[in-house]
């Protein structure tokens, strides 16, 4: 959701090009954003959280509503809620919550697919969904692995088997999307329906996600995305709340129960340590021309504290962005897009539970696997989560596709408004030199890419005097 004022008038929209049509001319860039995008955004720790591409149309963030006024205000707040008023059946109580906000994105919905990794997220969804529609065909849209990759090994987890289990003890139809990609109209044609650039690359990989799913005629999508947010990554600052309270054998315990066998390996030498994947792209700032500043990481010594950063703190612009650009994209598609481990109430709840329902034994996610034993398999449920590319297939053909979409778009001479901010020629010197399979790299490329073409279209667009809209 978009606002802007064109004088006294307030106009919102559900996507930039709904603000822009509105306007008697084309607005103007916003080079504030484009600079902390560049130097914060690819960090996913952008400052202005509500700024949009352009000067004085704003997003409504995650979280938040516009009054009647054009106030920007929050709708709830994770710790809107005190103490859980009856603490005991703690894990009844959750599944009440997993259930409830399930049903709630049901109501509307008349054909429903899911998005299906084979992780705990994904799966939780797909069972409590399939527990609701007990005998309604379902359809699971699952991202595979190409058939030849040129990425690395470590980007491609191999997560089919999973998948596959749990779409046949879910009897879900199950889509495995790992080919047909066409990348050369899909940068123009996500460019103009976003009326920006995508801050996000998920969306534009999982294409033909939707693609198939409006061709099955799917008119809601489910998501397992929010588990990350909901369950804190693992929650692995527990650790840090169990030695800050000095319960040390509590803490011995769950640190060891929480070495798997690659990690003893590497203690003992046997395998290399490798980088964390948590580790935030930062090859792109060589080809920059502004000053960038490391993003200061704010200091989180609780699961609590790290689960608020998350969700609408210093932490949320990637949850932000991902389910904004989402909804942008898949409502072309005529498809609602839902996220139920995103429901307030789900997340409110959750916030308040101990952090010993959130990591126990050595596993993170303790209280969901908890409830998840009941409706997947156990292999399922009690795994380690998973590690690689979420759209491995995709990603590689947009690799491979890349040095092709880059050089056909932008030129040496480029002499846009980025020019300022971005070394073009040292780019495309890059992109035809080697492979690019880094993060940050591919996300800056991307972003060039569909800013290029904002600007010719842009100037194209239809312009009329601003009309006063205060129903949203």
Known sequence: MFYCYEGDKLITGQSLPEIITQLPQAPAFNHQYLQDYLTQGLFFRQANNNSTVFKNIYRIPFGYELSATGTLQRAWNIYDKGEIEEPKNLLLQFQEK??????????????????????????????????????????????????????????????????????????????????????????????????????????????????????????????????????????????????????????????????????????????????????????HQDFLKIMIEQPEVPELATVQEYEFALIQ??????????????????????????????????????????????????????????????????????????????VPAAQDAFVRALPKLFLERVSPGYQGVLKDYIEIPKLIKRIEKEIIHDAGLLRLSLMVMMFVHLESWLPKQKYKNAVSKFSY
């Open 98 to 283: 997993l259930t409830d906000a399930v049903t709630k994105c049901l109501v509307q919905a008349n054909k429903v697919g899911l998005e299906l990794s084979g992780g705990l997220d994904s799966s939780s969804v797909a069972a409590l969904i399939r527990q609701a529609l007990p005998e309604v065909e379902l359809i699971a849209f699952t991202n595979g692995l190409p058939k030849n990759s040129i990425l690395e090994k470590k980007m491609l987890y191999d997560e089919s088997a999973y998948s596959r289990q749990v779409a046949q003890h879910l009897r879900l139809q199950q889509i495995i999307i790992n080919s047909d990609y066409d990348f050369h109209t899909l940068v123009e044609r996500y460019t103009e329906l976003l009326g920006s650039f995508s801050e996000v690359i998920f969306p534009f990989l999982n294409y033909r996600c939707y693609e198939l799913a409006q061709q099955a005629g799917i008119d809601t999508l489910f998501s397992g995305f929010g588990g990350d947010e909901m369950v804190s990554q693992q929650a692995g600052r527990y650790l840090h709340e169990l030695k800050a309270s000095r319960k040390y054998i509590h803490y011995y315990y769950e640190k060891l129960r929480s070495k798997n066998t690659k990690d003893w390996l590497r203690i003992l030498k046997i395998l290399k340590n490798t980088a964390s994947r948590l580790v935030m792209p930062v090859t």
């Open 313 to 390: 703190g210093a932490l949320s612009t990637h949850l932000d962005r991902r389910v904004s650009t989402l909804k942008s994209l898949s409502a072309h598609y005529g498809i609602t897009y839902q996220f139920p481990l995103l429901d307030p109430e789900l997340l409110q709840f959750f916030h308040r539970l101990p952090s010993s329902f959130k990591r126990k034994h050595g596993k993170g996610r303790y209280a969901l696997r908890q409830v998840m034993q009941h409706l997947l398999p156990k292999n399922i449920v009690w795994r380690s989560d998973k590690e690689g590319g979420t």
